[in-house]
T-cell receptor
Framework: GAVVSQHPSWVICKSGTSVKIECRSL??????MFWYRQFPKQSLMLMAT?????????EQGVEKDKFLINHASLTLSTLTVTSAHPEDSSFYIC?????????????FGSGTQLSVL | TQLLEQSPQFLSIQEGENLTVYCNSS?????LQWYRQEPGEGPVLLVT?????EVKKLKRLTFQFGDARKDSSLHITAAQPGDTGLYLC???????????FGQGTTLQVKP
């Protein structure tokens, strides 16, 4: 089956620095990818929809200048957490949709645990 | 306001017992998916339901989609310790892959 690779799996950074997370579709082209955030013992919250070749669409309450999303190719979307603060510490997960009409063709990455000191 | 209400959020049962998890909404979904997630990992798809009234079975797991496509349930028969984990329902309103997740149900099955 299709695989979505997310890198890094975990990252620790100092407050004020920026962190980039990559989401790659390994064996299919994904025109659309999604970024989610998950706090401990909570569910996934959609942050933004990443569209190849165009600007990302952010959900209400998500700061687009803080969470920069770039979808420069059909197999790669990146999420950059800029000027990270401890409250940004969370589990970030991406998903990618294969170019079919079926909703079953949606695959999740393995997630990135971000810890901001 | 939570678009997709999932209940219960926590469940601790003994091995062999049955359980049901519910996801309810006032909105219609084009499809609804159930996932299981282990700590530190991404969610893994269990099933997708798309037709109102649809019932799907996956070994001891039975999934049902409401007739109006607003609600769904997951029933586990004879739960085993290996079923322990976080179960998530997620709905897609417009067939775009953009999922709205329920709050999740943390299931603990004691031997």
């Amino acid at each position: 089956g299709a695989v979505v690779s997310q890198h890094p799996s975990w990252v620790i950074c100092k407050s004020g620095t920026s962190v980039k997370i990559e989401c790659r579709s390994l064996d299919f082209q994904a025109t659309t990818m999604f970024w989610y955030r998950q706090f401990p013992k909570q569910s996934l919250m959609l942050m933004a929809t990443s569209n190849e070749g165009s600007k990302a669409t952010y959900e209400q309450g998500v700061e687009k200048d803080k969470f920069l999303i770039n979808h420069a190719s059909l197999t790669l979307s990146t999420l950059t957490v800029t000027s990270a603060h401890p409250e940004d510490s969370s589990f970030y997960i991406c998903s990618a949709r294969t170019p079919t009409a079926s909703n079953e063709k949606l695959f999740f990455g393995s997630g990135t645990q971000l810890s901001v000191l | 306001t939570q678009l997709l209400e999932q209940s219960p959020q926590f469940l601790s049962i003994q091995e062999g017992e049955n359980l049901t998890v519910y996801c309810n909404s006032s909105s219609v979904f084009s499809s609804l998916q159930w996932y299981r997630q282990e700590p530190g990992e991404g969610p893994v798809l269990l099933v997708t339901v798309v037709t109102g009234g649809e019932v799907k079975k996956l070994k001891r797991l039975t999934f049902q989609f409401g007739d109006a496509r607003k609600d769904s349930s997951l029933h586990i028969t004879a739960a085993q310790p290996g079923d322990t984990g976080l179960y998530l329902c997620a709905g897609d309103q417009s067939n775009t892959g953009k999922l709205i997740f329920g709050q999740g149900t943390t299931l603990q099955v004691k031997p």
